[in-house]
């Protein structure tokens, strides 16, 4: 035993043996043990330091003081369900509602995000009375059954895949790779007006939407920024069929983008969706979330006679942790910092893109920002081998970050929105060198490659092998 715990072998048997292999470990041919963290900080067992780009989880810094304490003092006097009266749970109720647009008043507290969206598909379907539901391309909403189903991201994955027939999955508003991109006129028009015609179709099938479903901002399908424009007018379309709009804010909400607390906000303030869902830095790490919706869902939910009841759901421990992330947010002016942090980020990545060919595209709000890596930014090849180079290549300089998309080409920055310029500078020198490695090894491949073929010519009458500096590339014949 190592005074940190086990041995790390140790660590990997026991996980081999005993937990389900489809859950996968981050670099599963070398695993990172972490055993403590602080801030934008994680420490392994040899005390080794790596800088977090990636955990959107630990949202005002891994172990903040005030939120282990809030947790902690609140454990120590009282921990039980919301069928007792407690001023934590109307507090934060209170103090959340405030960060909203007034129509979204009534909040249900459920444990993780794929709960919240589980039960802002139950609203919209007993609100609306409705069945279909429509998703966007690459979305992930959570990993139960029915968010499976309206996850393209998962179920494509899946060969023998079927979709369900009350799911329809819309173009991702994507104007980089996606269908309309930024040399479009109009591309909010265009994408909402593909909602549109999937709508007009399911209802000649006989089919009715209960709910539109979209990340404010698409995280997991690649760090898609959607056109200002684009809920505004989905909305119109869905409402008028018949159906409610709800936004998923468990990766990108409370202060990531730093201009608005909530992603969705980003469109404008003339669009408010009809229910929110949240998770991941809700708790800083704890585990809770919520629904926000409106009156009207909620008394329709109500209407069902059935009760609603959930065992930790909106716990005394929860609430007052879930207060304490709300008053760090503020007191340390978080969603400044991401704006500040963010915005230079942005500005020292767009000076790599103009060094590497490889970057085709970086977009972002606040701590929120991706990189697209392509092999040509004419055809937007997704460079996916190169980007899975960069995240290895980093993590054994101890940076973690992680590439996702469609392509698995987009590498994402989403660390702890105490992340400085100091952190982007570290890791934007490093992965400038990794970038520019790449590039020599390409160019080597290159000449090699021409060196091969003069040798060809110039042996052709003769067999053998060709050998470049110790290298075997190819056999040829005559
Ligand atoms: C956008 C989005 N929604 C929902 C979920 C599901 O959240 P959880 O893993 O807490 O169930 C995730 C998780 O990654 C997510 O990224």
Known sequence: MSLDGLEKK???DLRQKHIGPSCKIFFSHDPIKIVKAKGQYMYDEKGQRYLDCINNVAHVG????????????????LNTNTRFLHDNLVLYAQRLQATLPDKLSVC??????SEANDLALRLAWQYTGNKDIITL?????????????ISPYK??????????????VAPSPDVYRGKYRADHPDAATAYADEVKDIIEKAHIKGHKIAAFIAESLQSCGGQVIPPVGYFQQVAEH????????????????????????????LQGDDFVPDIVTMGKPIGNGHPMSCVVTTREVAEAFMSSGMEYFNTFGGNPVSCAIGLAVLDVIEKEDLRGNALRVGQYLTNVLEKQKQKH???????????????????DRVKLTPATAEAQEVIYKLKEQHVLLSADGPHRNVLKFKPPLCFTTEDADLVVEKLDSILTGICLLAADVLRMRSEVLCCYFLHSRVGGSVRLEGKRFGKYRT
């Not at 909403?141 to 189903?149: A, P, R």
Request: charged share 20%.
């Open 108 to 113: 249900y507290f459920v444990n993780s995000g």
């Open 357 to 375: 060919p490889l970057i085709g595209d970086i977009r972002g709000r606040g701590l929120f920002v991706g990189v697209e890596l392509v092999k």
């Open 238 to 265: 869905v409402r008028k069929a018949g159906g409610v709009f709800i936004t998923d804010e468990v990766q990108v909400g409370f202060g990531r983008v730093g201009s608005r607390f909530w992603a969705f906000q």
């Open 62 to 77: 891994h172990c903040h003081p005030d939120v282990v304490k809030a947790g902690a003092e609140q454990m120590g006097l």
């Open 10 to 12: 140790k660590t990997i």
């Open 137 to 149: 391309e690459n979305a992930y909403h959570g990993h139960v059954s029915s968010l499976i189903d």
């Open 155 to 168: 179920f494509h994955q899946l060969s023998d895949a079927e979709q369900s027939q009350f799911v329809h």
